[in-house]
């Protein structure tokens, strides 16, 4: 995930004691803490299109708060909290359960019974408290959150609250029991019979333009959260290994990635992918590209969703605020009252890698088989953004794409790691822009190539032999430039006087993924990513243990991303036949997902980079999100890598090439879809079955 447009570093903690509870669906998302209370002051809430529209959310019993027993989420979308109701003094047990089941959609749906399991009728008070300051998204994520600017009024028991702030927004929360409205609550004074439960249902409504939003929760209707997972899941390949583990995390980042689909046919757009939970539920170009990329053997039609999203918004003038330009694709998109003051407008485009990405993407989806209409139709996006890569992105003319902003509002940073102290030397100096980052020249090498390619299947032989030409000549440019002989390892980047950015980084092993690396470099590097300054036992760190910024608990200097990891063992498995690079990935994987367990199944965005043998479990980084897209989707590209997957739809071949670790057992892909074919895979270590191949494609093993 990337840092916050404009925010001096990485957000405050959300808890620092890591007991939120986090639900996300679409463009909705909730945190709270482990009794399903939110509280006022934090940066807890109901968040919907980037505002919060609850900052204050809480049940007491009687004036006192419930005593938590669990808390379960099935679903990215659904929370249980079992609680009890506190037990009266010199008693010490309570007879009073308390269960609160909330769903989030379009707003929020909560269930809340009352349970009595002693034989005595039991009488209480029951009250919700709510208020909203419909602040900013920007504004709570930086702990910067003036005075609340909400209004509420109680009217035939329901709560209208209202953003004095104007644009119409509000929030209308209505129950069942007919509950006393007052201004900032709702109470029930209610009597639960012996052995006996009493139960009401809340609603949370946004509204937006002065206009109510359309809610749908129930399991059958086809609009509501449940009905769509159940779409996604009809539709997505079916995912399944021999090893339990390894089959639950495939199963959370089924459930987790629908959830933060970002559905908007309603105004006549696509199915796309929003970067994580909780800042990010957003479009943003490098996440939601590469997000795609990795979950394209679950569903490529995600992938395809987001190009035509992002090929929407592609920059077609010259703004410096918003840093829009020419054939730009954007950074991210934001709908919150704070938006317009904060990104300059609700399109932010300094991003210097996104557009790169986006031609990469367009030729992978061609090859699993998109359709070709939907491919032309893309291709002057893709056209637009090579033309933005060899101009304004290439501003000085040396042949490589760098980047530096454009006023003093936009992040300084313009990479994947786009924090302030990100891309710095080996001695903890930080590098002058502009800066021509090493993966990123990377990710031109294989955005030309694979254009290329659709142009030589297209009839355009002209412009796939200049564009192979370029990418030949960039490849050979780069390993001048960048490769430092004496320590065997690429420059992070080159600075602003083009001297080599010399620290050893995550962002040398993503170089292996887009194969700009050539064999003779290949060895040395493998081997320096293998060293126990960069694996720290439960993945790759950002930056070795050796250098002179190194911090394990930072946000990009040396920290562990498990999408950066699963990028690094998608390109060891590219040079497999170098020595030591299966064993590197084996190595890197298998300690990433014992991480990824430890954390119940879901990857966090990133977690601290300490020394597996000084820390034997991965410890947290406080503020990361979860769900987080490319985080989640990284499972798949480890399993796509080891199971060497490379389809080619328009040229009727499939290679598969298992390299699969004995102890994930067997690997099972069902309803694979490929094009207008539907494949089922199956395959453990090295052997693999393939049923459904159509009699006119080549099944390739190598």
């Known amino acids: 995930?990337?840092?916050?447009?404009?925010?001096?570093?990485?957000?405050?903690?959300?808890?620092?004691?890591?007991?939120?509870?986090?639900?996300?669906?679409?463009?909705?998302?909730?945190?709270?803490?482990?009794?399903?209370?939110?509280?006022?002051?934090?940066?807890?809430?109901?968040?919907?299109?980037?505002?919060?529209?609850?900052?204050?959310?809480?049940?007491?019993?009687?004036?006192?708060?419930?005593?938590?027993?669990?808390?379960?989420?099935?679903?990215?979308?659904?929370?249980?909290?079992?609680?009890?109701?506190?037990?009266?003094?010199?008693?010490?047990?309570?007879?009073?359960?308390?269960?609160?089941?909330?769903?989030?959609?379009?707003?929020?749906?909560?269930?809340?019974?009352?349970?009595?399991?002693?034989?005595?009728?039991?009488?209480?008070?029951?009250?919700?408290?709510?208020?909203?300051?419909?602040?900013?998204?920007?504004?709570?994520?930086?702990?910067?959150?003036?005075?609340?600017?909400?209004?509420?009024?109680?009217?035939?028991?329901?709560?209208?609250?209202?953003?004095?702030?104007?644009?119409?927004?509000?929030?209308?929360?209505?129950?069942?029991?007919?509950?006393?409205?007052?201004?900032?609550?709702?109470?029930?004074?209610?009597?639960?019979?012996?052995?006996?439960?009493?139960?009401?249902?809340?609603?949370?409504?946004?509204?937006?333009?002065?206009?109510?939003?359309?809610?749908?929760?129930?399991?059958?209707?086809?609009?509501?959260?449940?009905?769509?997972?159940?779409?996604?899941?009809?539709?997505?390949?079916?995912?399944?290994?021999?090893?339990?583990?390894?089959?639950?995390?495939?199963?959370?980042?089924?459930?987790?990635?629908?959830?933060?689909?970002?559905?908007?046919?309603?105004?006549?757009?696509?199915?796309?992918?929003?970067?994580?939970?909780?800042?990010?539920?957003?479009?943003?170009?490098?996440?939601?590209?590469?997000?795609?990329?990795?979950?394209?053997?679950?569903?490529?039609?995600?992938?395809?969703?987001?190009?035509?999203?992002?090929?929407?918004?592609?920059?077609?003038?010259?703004?410096?605020?918003?840093?829009?330009?020419?054939?730009?694709?954007?950074?991210?998109?934001?709908?919150?009252?704070?938006?317009?003051?904060?990104?300059?407008?609700?399109?932010?485009?300094?991003?210097?890698?996104?557009?790169?990405?986006?031609?990469?993407?367009?030729?992978?989806?061609?090859?699993?088989?998109?359709?070709?209409?939907?491919?032309?139709?893309?291709?002057?996006?893709?056209?637009?953004?090579?033309?933005?890569?060899?101009?304004?992105g290439d501003a000085d003319g040396d042949g490589f794409v760098e980047y530096r902003r454009k006023t003093d509002r936009g992040l300084a940073n313009q990479g994947w790691k786009d924090s302030w102290d990100a891309i710095n030397f080996a001695d903890g100096r930080l590098a002058d822009p502009p800066i021509a980052l090493c993966e990123v020249q990377g990710y031109v090498y294989a955005a030309k190539r694979g254009r290329a390619d659709i142009a030589e299947a297209f009839g355009d032989g002209a412009t796939a032999r200049r564009l192979r030409g370029e990418a030949a000549e960039l490849r050979r440019r780069f390993e001048e430039a960048f490769w430092i002989p004496e320590n065997g390892w690429y420059a992070i980047g080159l600075d602003a006087n083009k001297q080599q950015i010399d620290a050893l980084s995550s962002n040398a092993a993503q170089c292996l993924w887009t194969g700009i690396v050539g064999d003779d470099h290949a060895r040395a590097l493998i081997e320096n990513l293998g060293d126990a300054c960069m694996d720290s036992g439960f993945g790759l760190r950002t930056l070795a243990s050796t250098m002179g910024r190194y911090n394990p608990m930072s946000y990009h200097d040396g920290s562990i991303w498990p999408h950066d990891t699963a990028l690094a063992v998608a390109g060891l498995m590219r040079y497999q036949h170098i020595p030591g690079a299966i064993e590197l990935a084996e190595r890197l994987a298998g300690g990433l997902l014992e991480a990824i367990i430890a954390f119940g199944g879901r990857p966090p965005e990133l977690f601290c980079g300490f020394s597996r043998a000084a820390l034997p479990t991965p410890v947290p980084y406080p503020t990361s999100c979860s769900p987080q897209a490319w985080a989640s989707a990284a499972p798949l590209l480890l399993l796509r890598a080891f199971l060497g997957l490379e389809p080619d739809v328009p040229h009727r071949t499939l290679t598969v090439s298992p390299r699969l670790p004995e102890r994930i057992g067997q690997v099972r892909l069902a309803d694979l879809k490929l094009g207008d074919a539907t494949v089922t895979l199956e395959a453990r270590t090295t052997t693999v079955k393939v049923e459904g191949l159509p009699a006119d494609w080549e099944l390739r093993q190598t």
Not at 77 to 97: H, M
Not at 252 to 263: H, K, M, P, Q, V
Not at 284 to 312: H, I
Request: charged fraction near 20%; charge should be negative.
């Open 1 to 392: 995930m990337t840092g916050a447009v404009f925010n001096a570093g990485p957000p405050v903690p959300i808890d620092a004691s890591g007991g939120v509870v986090t639900l996300v669906e679409s463009s909705t998302f909730c945190l709270s803490d482990h009794l399903g209370d939110i509280h006022d002051g934090t940066s807890q809430g109901l968040f919907y299109r980037d505002a919060r529209v609850l900052s204050r959310w809480q049940l007491r019993l009687d004036d006192h708060a419930p005593e938590a027993l669990s808390v379960t989420t099935p679903e990215a979308f659904r929370a249980r909290f079992i609680l009890r109701k506190p037990p009266r003094p010199g008693v010490a047990d309570s007879t009073v359960l308390v269960v609160r089941r909330r769903m989030i959609g379009d707003g929020m749906r909560e269930i809340i019974l009352i349970d009595n399991l002693g034989d005595e009728d039991t009488a209480m008070t029951v009250t919700l408290h709510a208020e909203s300051d419909f602040a900013d998204l920007f504004a709570v994520k930086s702990g910067t959150v003036a005075a609340g600017t909400g209004d509420v009024r109680a009217d035939d028991g329901q709560l209208h609250l209202t953003d004095r702030g104007g644009g119409g927004r509000g929030l209308i929360i209505s129950a069942d029991g007919h509950p006393l409205a007052l201004p900032g609550m709702l109470s029930w004074r209610i009597v639960v019979p012996g052995r006996a439960h009493w139960q009401t249902t809340v609603y949370c409504r946004p509204v937006i333009a002065h206009r109510a939003v359309e809610m749908s929760f129930g399991d059958d209707e086809q609009d509501g959260p449940l009905a769509r997972l159940k779409q996604w899941r009809a539709n997505a390949t079916s995912l399944t290994t021999g090893n339990r583990s390894l089959t639950a995390i495939l199963q959370r980042t089924e459930s987790d990635l629908g959830a933060l689909r970002i559905d908007d046919s309603p105004n006549g757009g696509p199915t796309y992918v929003a970067a994580g939970a909780p800042w990010f539920m957003a479009l943003f170009g490098r996440d939601s590209l590469l997000t795609s990329w990795m979950a394209l053997p679950l569903d490529s039609a995600l992938a395809l969703g987001t190009l035509r999203q992002l090929a929407k918004l592609q920059g077609t003038g010259i703004e410096p605020v918003t840093e829009e330009e020419p054939g730009r694709i954007m950074h991210e998109m934001r709908h919150g009252p704070g938006g317009d003051q904060v990104l300059g407008g609700s399109v932010y485009y300094g991003t210097v890698d996104a557009t790169t990405l986006f031609v990469m993407l367009l030729a992978e989806c061609w090859r699993w088989g998109a359709d070709e209409r939907e491919i032309q139709d893309l291709l002057p996006a893709a056209d637009a953004a090579l033309a933005w890569i060899d101009d304004y």
